[in-house]
């Protein structure tokens, strides 16, 4: 099936998905409307891009039927440099047509849960884990994303040894999951006197966030727990049992093992909102194990691991000394490690997606 034959089908399912979200038994019941809006828009998308490519061969067809059969040959003329201009552009719109119609990863709209903890280096590593943070949270500031934390706990000489947070804004998680792995940092602490260079590391978490409709949990075997929370607050910290803690225990449908999933939120002064983020994580939390298989089963049919999601793959180096960045998967360096560090990742992020990109093509062909 050729390209224009492709197009023309995603004509017919666009048509069919637009009828069907103003179908009332499709609009009662959520998970389907979601399912439903989420595919129509993806198919909108591709068919702006397919459209220009549908246009632009047309209007070479035409400027060639005048240049071969019209007899003024000011008309010849015109269609000539038309065609000089157009055919330039057909392959780069075909090129552009090719990545629209690969399948799209159904979580890359989702917002997301970003986990970041301190890894081996101690010290050094829970404040490498705090740059880590301020670094995407300025990047969250240049994409006009919003992000909150749920929980940390601070490192004895600064940083965080774990800090989670929410992040929501447009196709978070299709931007954001190549962040997922072990970042490493080599430079010279601020405890060493004799200077030198020491390494130490961070793992970075990106989550899916789940809707509450793809994940079942029985609210009635949660466990719950109150306490106070910690650190500056006033009078309402010390006298309001406002931080939540909640035990559940969960069975693996893909092992059938049972683990107890433990998770507090001390967000807001407000306790049932901050049990309601404690359940939003927990759903995720959950989706997130779910999802491993096809995480796993993705990382087995791929070459590279540009944005698995493998948690324990060594992604990253950031040299201070050198000034050096250095993204492993695809043996990306560049030179510009303040800026980067100042939330300029994007440059980084468009290189992981083109590798991708270009591995997905060369699968479909």
């Given amino acids: 099936?050729?390209?224009?034959?492709?197009?023309?089908?995603?004509?017919?399912?666009?048509?069919?998905?637009?009828?069907?979200?103003?179908?009332?038994?499709?609009?009662?019941?959520?998970?389907?409307?979601?399912?439903?809006?989420?595919?129509?828009?993806?198919?909108?998308?591709?068919l702006l891009t397919a459209r220009r490519y549908k246009t632009a061969?047309?209007?070479?067809?035409?400027?060639?039927?005048?240049l071969y059969n019209e007899p003024d040959s000011e008309?010849?003329?015109?269609?000539?440099?038309?065609?000089?201009?157009?055919?330039?552009?057909?392959?780069?719109?075909?090129?552009?047509?090719?990545?629209?119609?690969?399948?799209?990863d159904p979580e890359d709209s989702k917002n997301v849960v970003m986990e970041i903890r301190g890894g081996t280096g101690g010290d050094e590593a829970a404040l490498f884990a705090g740059d880590l943070f301020r670094m995407y949270c300025k990047y969250f500031d240049i994409k006009g994303w919003k992000y909150s934390v749920s929980s940390f706990t601070e490192g004895a000489s600064g940083g965080y040894k774990e800090i989670i947070f929410n992040v929501s804004g447009e196709n978070v998680y299709g931007t954001l999951k190549y962040e997922?792995?072990?970042?490493?940092?080599?430079?010279?602490?601020?405890?060493?006197?004799?200077?030198?260079?020491?390494?130490?590391?961070?793992?970075?978490?990106?989550?899916?966030?789940?809707?509450?409709?793809?994940?079942?949990?029985?609210?009635?075997?949660?466990?719950?727990?109150t306490f106070r929370s910690g650190g500056a607050g006033g009078q309402n910290v010390n006298k309001v049992e406002s931080g939540v803690r909640l035990r559940y225990?969960?069975?693996?449908?893909?092992?059938?093992?049972?683990?107890?999933?433990?998770?507090?939120?001390?967000?807001?002064?407000?306790?049932?909102?901050?049990?309601?983020?404690?359940?939003?994580?927990?759903?995720?939390?959950?989706?997130?194990?779910?999802?491993?298989?096809?995480?796993?089963?993705?990382?087995?049919?791929?070459?590279?691991?540009?944005?698995?999601?493998?948690?324990?793959?060594?992604?990253?180096?950031?040299n201070y000394p050198q000034g050096r960045i250095t993204d492993h998967r695809i043996g990306y360096t560049i030179y510009n490690l303040q800026a980067f560090m100042d939330g300029d990742i994007q440059g980084v992020i468009d290189q992981l997606q083109i590798a991708e990109n270009a591995e997905r093509l060369k699968a479909l062909e």
């Fill in 1 to 46: 099936m050729n390209i224009l034959d492709k197009i023309e089908g995603l004509e017919a399912k666009y048509h069919e998905a637009g009828l069907a979200l103003s179908d009332p038994s499709v609009i009662s019941d959520q998970a389907r409307y979601v399912r439903i809006n989420r595919e129509y828009h993806e198919i909108e998308r591709v």
């Fill in 57 to 66: 061969i047309s209007n070479l067809d035409e400027a060639k039927h005048i």
């Fill in 75 to 104: 008309l010849r003329e015109m269609a000539k440099a038309e065609i000089e201009q157009l055919e330039p552009q057909i392959p780069a719109l075909e090129e552009e047509v090719k990545l629209a119609l690969l399948p799209q």
């Fill in 180 to 225: 997922s792995g072990v970042h490493r940092v080599q430079r010279v602490p601020v405890t060493e006197t004799q200077g030198r260079v020491h390494t130490s590391a961070a793992t970075v978490a990106v989550l899916p966030e789940a809707d509450e409709f793809e994940v079942h949990i029985n609210e009635g075997e949660i466990k719950w727990e």
């Fill in 249 to 318: 225990m969960w069975r693996n449908p893909n092992t059938g093992t049972t683990e107890e999933i433990l998770i507090e939120c001390t967000e807001t002064r407000d306790q049932p909102k901050n049990k309601e983020r404690a359940l939003s994580r927990l759903r995720t939390q959950i989706y997130d194990r779910e999802h491993q298989k096809y995480i796993d089963d993705i990382a087995q049919r791929r070459k590279t691991m540009v944005s698995t999601g493998d948690r324990s793959a060594k992604i990253r180096t950031y």
